[in-house]
């Protein structure tokens, strides 16, 4: 990693470091440890203020399926269901929550991770540091991954996609403080920048995410009775595979990404998990 860099870097929309610094002093203590800087406000902190948060900003670099490439960081659907992304570089363990406007945590929300190694390259053919999981009773999530590589054109990131229970996807990615391709990186925001601290030979991020969503999906664990849908071949409870064809409501699915179901991710109502061929 290099070393952070807390000059006056231009953010979009006229927001300079030294401005997002200060701003992250006022709303939350700032911490410097070893070398890297936790920069960004939590949205935990933001809620005591009683008022709505804002969402966490959608950011696309047109990486949506294009799995025939060979190169760059392509979304590639069917991950495995996992907290831990296995692969030799530099640990690095991601947490956080994940909230509505309403500062209220969402339990059950989809969180799909995907990432370069420590090399800077995607694996397009398998499923290295690829793996999608779900938010707990209390909105909180856990990723043990290591520290991505750098690639040309872009600075260290982790993409991810989260999406709540009959809701839309967020597309976005996570970024490091003081990495100097901050700069110059066309994507970058600096709203996702992660707290970053060292711990021992790894690091520790943590990032709230705060998804478009004014009430609160279910906060129930998943349930194992059976849907009460016309088309009852799909059912809560049950593990699908990639592949796997259900009818629910008269229709016919596939399934895009292995999962267990539960209630909330009928077929209809997770696209991310469903596509309607009939």
Excluded at 90 to 108: I, Q
């Amino acid at each position: 990693m290099e070393p952070v860099d807390l000059g006056d870097e231009e953010r979009p929309g006229g927001i300079t470091r030294k401005t997002l610094l200060k701003a992250a002093l006022i709303g939350a203590p700032m911490s410097i440890l070893a070398g890297t800087a936790a920069h960004a406000s939590l949205a935990r902190d933001a809620a005591v203020t009683g008022g709505p948060l804002l969402p966490t900003p959608f950011c696309d670099d047109d990486d949506d399926p294009t799995v025939e490439q060979i190169e760059g960081p392509y979304f590639k659907p069917n991950s495995p269901q996992r907290t831990t992304l296995p692969g030799s570089g530099t640990p690095l363990t991601v947490s956080g929550y994940v909230f509505g406007l309403s500062c209220r945590p969402l339990a059950n929300v989809l969180l799909d991770f995907w990432q370069a190694d420590r090399n800077g390259a995607y694996d397009n053919a398998g499923f290295n540091f690829r793996g999608h999981q779900y938010t707990g009773t209390d909105g909180s999530y856990k990723l043990t991954t290591i520290v991505p590589g750098l690639y040309p054109g872009r600075t260290r990131h982790i993409h991810v996609k989260a999406q709540a229970p009959n809701k839309p996807v967020l597309t976005t990615q996570l970024y490091f403080p003081g990495e100097p391709r901050n700069n110059t990186d066309t994507i970058y925001d600096a709203r996702l920048l992660m707290n970053v601290r060292s711990n021992g030979a790894g690091l520790e991020a943590t990032f709230d995410f705060v998804l478009n969503v004014q009430g609160a999906p279910p906060t129930g664990s998943p349930s194992a009775s059976p849907t009460t849908g016309p088309g009852r071949t799909w059912q809560a409870g049950r593990t699908y595979t990639a592949g796997d064809t259900v009818t629910y409501g008269g229709s016919a699915y596939r399934c895009i990404q292995g999962h267990t179901a539960q209630v909330g991710w009928e077929p209809p109502n997770v696209p991310s998990l469903w596509q309607r061929v009939g």
